[in-house]
């Protein structure tokens, strides 16, 4: 992205995917004599904010929405990592390795697992587990079985999430109990090594040449107040899906389903929270139930992955089997007014389907949560 074309992050705010939209009907009229009966988008991450961008923009593009781990409040999701980055990479000291990752998840397994009614490597509801980083501080000799002082500080500031001069939270931080795994923190927050993070690359290439223009800006300089500030008054305008109105999606009889991972270390999952809550908020209980639904995964990682079943047929075009398919269950709704219950997430041995079943799990409709019975 460059000063001189500022369109550009227009298009990757919001412009394309509605243009792509209105083009790709036209075609298929042009084709087949009319437009689609119906319309369904579906997508993860960035893609989940479009998807919110849609319903909030451009409420009559589709009848069906499926908004994974969306990235909707995009400007504070970046001002997180470079919250996080200053965290651990300010003092070489804070630097937390990957070889210490492992001992972070098994410390909050231990505190929080047995919660839901069965130890089987994922905690239900993180948001119930009350995790104190101290007990990592390393008693001995450093090893990759403990943090030192400064590590801990840097953990427990990305557990907190970022906060302004006046100690205010302006995002929420990540969840207990995902960190470690091929999709975890060393892939998204501490890196491989100093800088080598993905959110290191997310967030300091969004100040410098989406916000900035400026190769030489430095984010050892920046501070929440001015810099969160700043591009939330230049592009949150452009970028961030965050309106909670939702009232012309819903008088089409517009259908959303918002899912997201606990254990995702690329995006805080409670920000997923926060959106259906402020949806909530401004549109009443009684108006949102119809028309509303989030799933929060236990143990998934970024969009899938994780130790637990994460299988719910959230990348996939919809295959009928509206109980194991949360894209068969949006299209059910959409098209019988049959609103979803709970849906049946599944691992598979080997994650080869043809390998057969491994375990499978419900997932509850928030506020809802599912707990062991033997």
């Known amino acids: 992205f460059r000063s001189e074309h500022p369109e550009k992050v227009v298009d990757f705010g919001y412009r394309a995917i509605h243009e792509t939209t209105e083009r790709a009907k036209s075609i298929i009229a042009a084709f087949y004599g009319h437009g689609p009966r119906r319309s369904y988008f579906n997508s993860c991450s960035n893609g989940g904010r479009q998807a919110l961008m849609e319903a909030q923009r451009f409420p009559a593009d589709y009848d069906g929405i499926i908004a994974g781990a969306p990235a909707n409040?995009?400007?504070?999701?970046?001002?997180?990592?470079?919250?996080?980055?200053?965290?651990?990479?300010?003092?070489?000291?804070?630097?937390?390795?990957?070889?210490?990752?492992?001992?972070?998840q098994s410390a909050?397994?231990?505190?929080?697992?047995?919660?839901?009614?069965?130890?089987?490597?994922?905690?239900?509801?993180?948001?119930?587990?009350?995790?104190?980083?101290s007990v990592l501080l390393c008693k001995g000799p450093e090893s990759s079985a403990c943090l030192t002082a400064p590590q801990v500080a840097a953990l427990q500031k990305i557990y907190s999430g970022p906060q302004d001069a006046k100690g205010t939270q302006v995002f929420p931080g990540y969840s207990v109990g995902g960190e470690a795994g091929g999709g975890g923190w060393p892939l998204w927050i501490t890196g491989a090594g100093p800088g080598k993070a993905l959110m290191y690359a997310f967030g300091t290439q969004f100040f410098t040449n989406m916000l900035y223009y400026n190769a030489a800006w430095d984010w050892r300089t920046f501070t929440v107040d001015r810099d969160m500030k700043a591009a939330d008054e230049k592009l949150g305008p452009v970028m961030n899906a965050t309106d909670a109105d939702l009232k012309k999606f819903k008088a089409r009889g517009g259908k959303l389903i918002l899912y997201h991972g606990w254990s995702d270390a690329a995006i805080p999952p409670a920000n997923a929270i926060r959106y259906y809550e402020s949806v909530v908020s401004k549109m009443g209980a009684k108006n949102t139930q119809p028309f509303v639904r989030l799933y929060m995964v236990p143990g998934m990682q970024h969009c899938g992955g994780g130790p637990s079943p994460n299988n719910f047929g959230q990348?996939?075009?919809?295959?009928?089997?509206?109980?194991?398919?949360?894209?068969?269950?949006?299209?059910?709704?959409?098209?019988?007014?049959?609103?979803?219950?709970?849906?049946?997430?599944?691992?598979y041995n080997g994650a080869n389907p043809a390998s057969g079943v491994a375990r499978t799990r419900p997932l509850c409709a928030y506020p809802e949560v599912a707990h062991w019975k033997g």
């Open 73 to 104: 409040y995009w400007t504070h999701l970046l001002t997180a990592a470079l919250w996080d980055v200053q965290a651990t990479m300010l003092d070489a000291a804070s630097y937390i390795p990957a070889d210490k990752v492992p001992a972070i």
């Open 108 to 133: 909050t397994l231990a505190a929080c697992d047995a919660r839901d009614g069965v130890t089987d490597g994922v905690i239900e509801d993180p948001s119930r587990c009350h995790f104190d980083a």
């Open 315 to 347: 990348a996939s075009v919809p295959l009928g089997d509206a109980q194991h398919d949360i894209s068969a269950a949006l299209e059910r709704w959409v098209e019988q007014g049959i609103a979803p219950g709970s849906i049946v997430a599944t691992s």
